[in-house]
């Protein structure tokens, strides 16, 4: 399970809350609805948190795929 707020975000930062507390690393990938990646990186959690970075990313609906050991989990986001 995946969490992301602030959802809609108007800011530069959003937060990632994984349901696994145990899990160290997670690969985050931002896709367009089309499948284009727009945003990915390597991140380090703490207690299942991450903040992610996203002035890159321009206005508009997301996906959100949080990839780990556990497996892939996604969540829309929509940026304005």
């Known amino acids: 399970l995946l969490n992301v707020y602030p959802n809609p975000v108007s800011i530069d930062y959003v937060h990632a809350q994984m349901e696994y507390h145990d899990l160290e690393k997670i690969q985050i990938n931002i896709c367009d609805l089309s499948g284009k990646v727009v945003s990915s990186g390597s991140y380090k959690l703490q ?8 002035s890159g990313v321009p206005k508009g609906v997301f996906i959100i795929n949080a990839i780990s050991e556990h497996g892939v989990a996604s969540r829309k986001m929509i940026r304005f």
């Open 47 to 54: 207690n299942g948190h991450v903040l992610l970075e996203i």
